[in-house]
């Protein structure tokens, strides 16, 4: 992004889609798409927010998940 450059709201939504997409396959490779699946759509929003600030899922919260503790 550089000073001057605009972008429409539609692109901005359309990478936004595209991007929710590709962390939320980084999500399911990491713990499993049956895994994910089972998830509420809050847990799988909660998670996918995570990995999109974070830039992954940290480990800590992999291991978490993959404890089968749901608390």
């Known amino acids: 992004v550089m000073q001057g450059i ?3 709201v539609a692109d901005a939504n359309r ?3 595209r991007r929710i997409g590709e ?8 713990i499993g798409g049956s895994t994910f699946d089972s998830m509420s759509t809050n847990q799988q929003a909660a998670l996918t927010s995570v990995a999109y600030n974070y830039g992954s899922l940290p480990d800590r919260i992999v291991a ?8």
């Open 64 to 71: 978490a998940i993959k404890s089968g503790n749901q608390e």
């Open 23 to 30: 962390f939320q396959a980084g999500i399911r490779s990491k």
């Open 15 to 17: 990478d936004l889609a």
């Open 6 to 8: 605009t972008v429409s």
